[in-house]
């Protein structure tokens, strides 16, 4: 899987961006190798908020392994991205563990369980119901602030395909026990999470850890992943 984020600075560019948001659905269905893929749009303070940032997109791709990646990420379609972006930054993942589905299927296929080292994503995704959504994003502001001040994280960001409805959170650790950990410690998040649970709060919901490896580009000027070599 690879999931490609980018960042537009110029009105004009934030404009192509948001068009593409539909435009790009028909280049992206030709791609050979490609099995499933989403467009998402993100939220302000590091996307963790259901006010759009119209600056921030990203293209998740589930492809049929890495030579299908690499090339079909030299199609045209990603190029006009990245002659526009200001920024664009790839990440390389391979699913090591995923539970319930997105839109109806099941498109990441864990590989055998194994030790996991290194730098360790983690995505989760789901569609909120309606009746709730209120109450869920007013959860939100008290998360963002808990993984904000988390000195462990690599990289954080919450994007969506549909505003307020669908949501994605995805995040790097530099390892599996520092995620655990945040998982774990009590807080908004894990109370949370023991709403979702009690209130069924989610029609759909996935969780998948993931891990990293390999990226290109750069974000913010460099690598999210150097925090890791840096800490």
């Not at 979702?196 to 998948?208: D, K, Q």
Request: proline share 6%.
């Amino acid at each position: 899987m690879t999931l490609s984020f980018f960042r537009f600075d110029c009105r004009s560019a934030k404009v192509w961006a948001l068009w593409m948001m539909g435009a790009a659905r028909i280049p992206l269905s030709r791609i050979a190798g490609l099995q499933f893929w989403k467009l998402c749009g993100s939220g302000t303070d590091e996307g963790f908020t259901p006010v759009p940032n119209t600056s921030v997109y990203a293209i998740l791709c589930v492809w049929h392994d890495r030579p299908a990646a690499q090339q079909g990420l030299a199609q045209p379609v990603f190029c006009r991205f990245h002659r526009r972006a200001a920024d664009h930054w790839t990440v390389f993942l391979s699913p090591v563990s995923v539970r319930g589905q997105w839109s109806g299927t099941k498109p990441f296929c864990a590989s055998a369980p194994k030790q996991l080292e290194g730098p360790i994503a983690v995505l989760t995704r789901a569609t909120i119901r309606p009746s709730i959504a209120l109450r869920f994003w007013r959860r939100v502001p008290g998360i963002s602030a808990v993984i904000g001040e988390n000195r462990d994280v690599l990289f954080k960001i919450g994007i969506g395909e549909v505003p307020l409805l669908h949501q994605v959170t995805f995040s790097i650790w530099p390892d599996l026990s520092s995620m655990v950990a945040f998982a774990r410690a009590d807080g908004p998040h894990a109370r949370a999470i023991n709403a979702v649970r009690e209130n069924n709060w989610f029609r759909e919901e996935l969780y998948a850890r993931f891990s990293v490896i390999d990226e290109c580009g750069a974000w913010g000027g460099g690598s999210p992943l150097s925090r890791k070599a840096a800490a």
